[in-house]
Each structure stands twice: as structure tokens, then as C-alpha cells.
């Protein structure tokens, strides 16, 4: 017999908060995927500074070290602790700062229709972000008034 959905989510959230109470300062937990096929989980982390090797195997010794895994999954379940991919949407304030002077896809709904235009981030302040956009001056956008946002990559 399988447990109802909602212990299973229940059982989830409550792992989220277990692992978001082992992250560093400046590290935020994106995602909490679970795979009970493979018998893995998947944790995706992003930072306010780079994401690196030794930051991921630091938080994956943190959480197997913590007793948590243990707790919710007592037959085992491997882990893998990785960063968000830079195919990721941006959505969080410390990510449009990360990414500051590059250029990103940015979606909004303005007076009811959405767009989409090529913008360069120039600076972040609070709950806003100042972009430049070809022909148009400098501008302050509300970060909740964006629907999607997601970095542009280059090839030289």
C-alpha cells in the first residue's frame, strides 16, 4: 500500500527544511528532487558567489553527516548535490547581482500583453533591476513584475 500524496509531500517539505537548515549563509536551496527509481536525490543549490567543487561536496558531507537521510529514507537513498544550470530562469534578486553586465531574455506582461526583449542587467537595488536595452534609455524593472528571465550565452 502506498502513503497518501500528502505525507509524501508533508514528508518533503519537511526534508527541505531540514537540508535549507544546513546550507551555508548565502546559500539557498533551488530544488529537492526525489528519484525513487534510482534511489536518488537530487539537491540544487545556487549561491550569491560562484558555486564551486568543494562548496557542493562541503554541504554533501553536511547533509549525510546531519542524520536527516537516515531519518527519511532508513532503506538508503544516494545523494547528489549539484548548482543550477545556466539554462535555469533567474528569479531571485542575488541572481540578477550575479549576473550584472550580461546579457539575459527577460518576459513581462505590459498592459495586458506579453513581450519578450534582449536586456543587459546594469545594477540591482532591493526588489529592482536597472537594465539597458538596445535604443531605449536606462530603466528600473520590479523583479516581480517579470515573468521569466533566463541568461543569454555568447560564443566569441
Request: proline content about 4%.
Amino acid at each position: 500500500m502506498h502513503a497518501p500524496t500528502f505525507y509524501l509531500l508533508d514528508s518533503m517539505n519537511i526534508l527541505k527544511k531540514d537540508i535549507k537548515s544546513l546550507l551555508p549563509k548565502g546559500v539557498f536551496l533551488i530544488d529537492l528532487k526525489e528519484d525513487p527509481h534510482r534511489r536518488m536525490l537530487k539537491c540544487i543549490i545556487d549561491s550569491e558567489n560562484p558555486v564551486d567543487l568543494d562548496l557542493t561536496t562541503s554541504i554533501s558531507k553536511d547533509i549525510h553527516n546531519s542524520g536527516i537521510l537516515e531519518k527519511s529514507y532508513p532503506e538508503g537513498m544516494s545523494l547528489s548535490v549539484s548548482s543550477v544550470g545556466i539554462d535555469t530562469p533567474i528569479k531571485e534578486a542575488y541572481q540578477f547581482k550575479k549576473n550584472i553586465n550580461k546579457s539575459i531574455s527577460l518576459s513581462m506582461t505590459k498592459n495586458g500583453k506579453s513581450f519578450s526583449t534582449e536586456v543587459k542587467i546594469v545594477d540591482v537595488k532591493d526588489d529592482l533591476i536597472e537594465v539597458k536595452r538596445k535604443d531605449v534609455e536606462k530603466e528600473w524593472i520590479p523583479i516581480a513584475k517579470i515573468d521569466h528571465a533566463k541568461l543569454i550565452i555568447k560564443f566569441n
